[in-house]
């Protein structure tokens, strides 16, 4: 199932009158300033609750998650990332939550237990000086150290790792993080519903992007100025990835010859950056007219993330730019009716591939020969990338409940960039679109 498809149809290219200032706006389905979700934040001046994740979420959680490790035969694990946190115990503090394959979790807090009791609907939450005062309350509880342990292993530090390998000790301790992640692969309802709050927000980021852009304004400098506007309809601004050497950031935009460079980022372009210190993303270069530029942007609302990619243009798009923007616009509707339960990830990369071969786009696709990236989509949740990746030879089964980022691009070396990157959720009996933004090319006319 696709959604919004039409919006395509309709409007190859999406042009904006600066003299009608309501275009951008009605090509975008007329939002409203402010967001309904956002009110919680940044509302009418009145009394709103604070955001929770409800009780019943965080049981059907634990629940799985018991399940699993059992399954496992893991007899606990020790989780301290923050997300993982975030998601079991519905806080972010600091703490290390421990949890038994059989009995209740105890969450124990560094810092800031106050926060931490108000936020978190566990029963036992417990306030530590030190991370030494843990086994003892632990004992004066009944637990034993398990046979089997589990960490995060794919995000903790070697050092602290052993730090807490040495305080809880077990006969064995194994990796826990592949069991939490294909738990937090499955989506509930309340957690796609706030997946759809923060779409609302990306599409107004997007409406924004379209009336402001504009030539000579530098790209780094631009990219603040719809990151701004995003923090001021609810974007949280901190976006979350769990690999600890990505340094994640909002100012994706690769305009004309930058976005026919490769460099350091796992992506098909990397773009120049602001210098050697930071070479990927936006530049000091100023916008120009007639030249492609992709925006790539990150939203997060309440911890779950959107990452959205469309091509913008001053004046008027390149033909050949267009072309390939329409071209990775049709791999990304294949790739919608490609997705559904039962098929595997790396089968859908392997639609892309063939799609964009077939219709002369192969060298371009995913990057250029040589530099090619091996995925065409990631899950997405409470961090920007998540399980499964869409890549070659994965054999994950795609299942109902699965979020997911599609992002076929295509890359002339040396030239430009062109792309498109929309969320989707799997239903039983398919896809459809969690993202908002209209599925077109958009070009601002000055005159």
Request: glycine residues 8%; charged residues 25%.
């Amino acid at each position: 199932m696709i959604l919004r498809r039409e919006n395509r149809r309709k409007l190859q290219v999406t042009r904006m009158d600066p003299s009608n200032r309501m275009s951008a706006k009605e090509a975008f389905g007329g939002l409203p300033p402010i967001c309904e979700s956002c009110k919680e934040i940044h509302g009418d001046g009145t009394s709103k609750e604070p955001f929770r994740v409800p009780a019943a979420e965080i049981r059907s959680r634990g629940d799985r998650l018991r399940s699993a490790l059992r399954r496992a035969k893991m007899g606990a694990m020790a989780v301290v990332q923050r997300t993982d946190l975030f998601y079991l115990t519905g806080t972010a503090q600091t703490g290390l939550l421990w949890f038994p394959s059989r009995g209740e979790p105890v969450l124990f807090v560094r810092r800031f237990f106050p926060r931490a009791r108000e936020e978190c609907p566990l029963a036992e939450v417990l306030p530590v000086r030190s991370w030494k005062d843990i086994p003892s309350l632990l004992e004066k509880r009944g637990y034993r150290p398990p046979e089997v342990m589990g960490m995060e292993w794919d995000v903790l530090p070697v050092r602290q790792y052993r730090f807490f390998r040495d305080l809880l000790p077990a006969a064995r301790y194994e990796d826990v993080s592949p069991l939490l992640m294909a738990v937090r692969m499955q989506k509930s309802d309340w957690e796609i519903a706030q997946m759809h709050r923060t779409a609302e927000i990306s599409k107004q980021v997007f409406e924004f992007i379209h009336r402001s852009i504009r030539p000579g304004v530098t790209e780094i400098a631009f990219t603040g100025e719809y990151e701004s506007f995003a923090r001021s309809i609810g974007h949280a601004a901190g976006l979350r990835v769990r690999d600890c050497q990505t340094e994640v950031y909002n100012w994706h935009l690769l305009a004309g010859a930058a976005g026919g460079e490769c460099g350091l980022l796992d992506s098909p372009a990397s773009g120049v950056g602001t210098s050697a210190a930071f070479p990927c993303g936006a530049s000091q270069r100023p916008l120009a007219e007639r030249e492609p530029i992709l925006i790539d942007v990150g939203t997060v609302h309440n911890g779950y993330h959107m990452d959205e990619t469309r091509m913008f243009a001053i004046e008027e798009l390149p033909r050949e730019a267009l072309a390939a923007s329409r071209a990775s616009m049709e791999i990304h509707d294949a790739l919608i009716d490609a997705v559904r339960p039962g098929v595997t990830a790396g089968s859908v990369f392997d639609t892309a591939v063939r799609m964009a071969e077939r219709m002369g786009w192969g060298k371009a696709f995913l990057g250029p020969p040589g530099h090619k990236v091996r995925f065409v989509g990631h899950g997405i949740g409470l961090e920007l990338v998540e399980p499964p990746l869409l890549a070659k030879g994965r054999q994950e089964t795609i299942t109902a409940g699965m979020t997911l980022a599609l992002e076929p691009k295509l890359v002339a070396a040396g030239r430009f960039s062109a792309g498109i990157e929309s969320v989707v959720e799997v239903t039983a009996s398919g896809a459809r679109l969690i993202s908002r933004v209209p599925v077109d090319v958009f070009v601002k006319k000055m005159k």
